[in-house]
Antibody
Framework: QVTLRESGPALVKPTQTLTLTCRFS??????????VSWIRQPPGKALEWLAL???????YYNTSMKTRLTISKDTSENQVVLILTNVDPVDTATYYC??????????????WGQGTVVTVSS | SDFLTQSPSMSVAPGQTAIITCGGT??????VHWYQQRPGQAPVLVVH???DRPSGIPERFSGSNSGNTATLTISRVEAGDEADYYC???????????FGGGTKLTVL
């Protein structure tokens, strides 16, 4: 059974750095075609893909946020970390991590965590 | 998303068919996936690679993709189908995931 769980601070001040952790089980990030993505959803708004790290260590980022995002993986601990720098109130959202099945140019998010709510406010 | 266009909302009576569309230039060149998000819950994959269903998803959910429009069809709609539905693809030219703006399905 695949499970993912996000964790991180519920409240962050503007200009600070947000660090989120995704701990997963039921699959290995060393297996070909396995990846983990971060996706967020502002209150009442649509889903927005943020970043992906794959089994080979390749990393991909949302173009508009590339300068503020860093994704990394710890294969031995079965976890993926997302860092978002210089946060702003517009970064207030529910942040999800999702297992991503990667088949060349085709990638889909087949299992999701429950999400963690992050509010950016002074 | 400006890349993928979805109608913001639609409503359908129980037992009828809901047709949810996702528009994009030459979208049929991509594999499109669909997610259901019930209120307060995480999204769930309901159709992948245009028309395939993950294990456990009812046959009432089906998909297609042609030209500039991908479509999610829900037959014999039930009250439990009330949710937001999102289309998604991977833009390999940008190496980026893309979601549509979502369609809120209301069951009357």
């Amino acid at each position: 059974q695949v499970t993912l769980r996000e964790s991180g601070p519920a409240l962050v001040k503007p200009t600070q750095t947000l660090t989120l952790t995704c701990r997963f089980s039921g699959f290995s990030l060393t297996s070909i075609e396995m990846s983990v993505s971060w996706i967020r959803q502002p209150p009442g708004k649509a889903l927005e893909w943020l970043a992906l790290v794959d089994w080979a260590g390749n990393k991909y980022y949302n173009t508009s946020m590339k300068t503020r995002l860093t994704i990394s993986k710890d294969t031995s601990e079965n976890q993926v970390v997302l860092i978002l720098t210089n946060v702003d109130p517009v970064d207030t959202a529910t942040y999800y991590c999702a297992r991503t099945l990667s088949f060349g140019p085709v990638k889909r998010f087949d299992s999701w965590g429950q999400g963690t709510v992050v509010t950016v406010s002074s | 998303s400006d890349f993928l266009t979805q109608s913001p909302s639609m409503s359908v009576a129980p037992g009828q068919t809901a047709i949810i569309t996702c528009g994009g230039t030459n979208i049929d060149r991509y594999s499109v996936h669909w997610y259901q998000q019930r209120p307060g819950q995480a999204p769930v994959l309901v159709v992948h690679d245009d028309r395939d269903r993950p294990s456990g998803i009812p046959e009432r959910f089906s998909g297609s993709n042609s030209g500039n429009t991908a479509t999610l069809t829900i037959s014999r709609v039930e009250a439990g189908d009330e949710a937001d539905y999102y289309c998604q693809l991977w833009d390999s030219s940008e190496d980026s995931g893309v979601f549509g703006g979502g369609t809120k399905l209301t069951v009357l």
